[in-house]
């Protein structure tokens, strides 16, 4: 058995290693290079834009759609999708507000409030995942509805009002500022950091990318598929109450019932126009970082041209559509390089 185990985890990690994607693939240089176009075109079109007044609520707006991405990304790499992101928000998003209000509790209560219940709310779209059979998309596409609904009727009302300056720390005003950047900014490149030399050089990195290339031959070789699945689902729960906890703290003393609506399908397009394969095996959060600023800077630069605002998400369909399409053609290419039936 020992012997068993001994050779079963280097032919593992040779598998999972051979599919691991370069330290920066070309899309990502690809989107880099299209970040840079756009900032200098919106530079001169619209000169308020290079001024700190327009990159600090852009960066404010892009932490939590990348932070999100972060455990979308995972999620997407093992094969699966996460829709109730949206619905996840919504709940820790108005627990934590009113929590904020009725119980004035401090910062890193909250903090951890919102990162617990989100927690809570991903192991159980993982465990139905993993355990149930189902595809993700059906399980997610329930829970999104289910939480959608208990999410009003934690609100009880329209609006939470009065919510206190606890949150200053993470964007809103000076606190929430170091050099001009909002630190929910900086804590989201944190995270991303850490993710990106965990799915690059941790063994269990290694073993989502393996499950997302073949789940039947990483259960083979010895991979705890469904733990591993669990486990990813959990974490992008916990990164939703993170985000939500930003969204609160970027906004005014009220919070709405659109908190969460729409952030499913910026999360996804943030992770897919970054490189991630929607079929998995493939992927990283580099990638869904330049996704989320580029995401975000579309739907900035629509507003400050004075466009409508439809066109925002012309084009982030537009961004979709192209990456999706170049990652079939890259599939079907590696098919006839190597012989495989599409």
Do not use: C
Not at 149 to 173: A, E, H, Y
Not at 225 to 242: D, E, F, K, P, S
Not at 280 to 305: K, N
Request: aromatic residues 6%; hydrophobic residues 50%; positive net charge.
């Amino acid at each position: 058995m020992t012997a068993q185990l001994e050779t079963r985890e280097p032919s593992t990690a040779k598998v999972a290693r051979r599919i691991l994607p370069s330290p920066v693939t070309g899309q990502e240089w690809v989107l880099g290079a299209v970040l840079v176009a756009l900032w200098v075109i919106l530079s001169f079109t619209t000169p308020a834009f290079a001024t700190s007044g327009s990159w600090q609520p852009l960066l404010a707006s892009v932490a939590p759609v990348a932070v999100m991405g972060v455990g979308m990304t995972a999620v997407i790499i093992t094969g699966g999708i996460d829709v109730s992101v949206g619905g996840a928000m919504m709940v820790t998003g108005v627990t934590t507000a009113k929590m904020l209000v009725d119980q004035d509790v401090s910062l890193p209560v909250a903090v951890l409030l919102a990162m617990a219940l989100g927690a809570v709310l991903g192991l159980v779209n993982g465990l139905l995942i993993a355990y149930g059979h189902v595809h993700a998309i059906i399980i997610t596409f329930g829970t999104a509805n289910v939480l959608q609904f208990v999410g009003r009727q934690i609100f009880n009302s329209q609006t939470v009002n009065g919510i206190p300056d606890t949150l200053d720390f993470f964007s809103r005003g000076e606190n929430g500022r170091t050099l001009g950047i909002p630190h929910s900014f900086v804590l989201t490149l944190v995270i991303a950091v850490l993710a990106w030399i965990y799915l690059r050089h941790m063994r269990g990195g290694r073993h989502l990318y393996a499950i997302g290339g073949d789940p039947l031959a990483a259960r083979l070789a010895g991979i705890r598929v469904q733990r591993y699945v669990v486990l990813t689902y959990a974490v992008t729960g916990l990164l939703v109450g993170l985000a939500a906890v930003f969204t609160i703290a970027s906004g005014t003393s009220t919070l709405d019932q659109s908190i969460g609506s729409g952030q499913e399908l910026a999360v996804i397009a943030a992770v897919v126009i970054g490189g991630t394969s929607i079929t998995g095996g493939r992927g990283s959060v580099l990638g869904t970082v330049l996704g989320a600023l580029l995401v975000q800077t579309v739907s900035s630069g629509v507003t400050q041209l004075g466009w409508p605002s439809q066109l925002s998400d012309f084009f982030v369909g537009l961004a979709i559509a192209i990456a999706v399409g170049a990652d079939l053609l890259r599939q079907r290419t590696r098919q006839q390089r190597t012989g495989q039936q599409p």
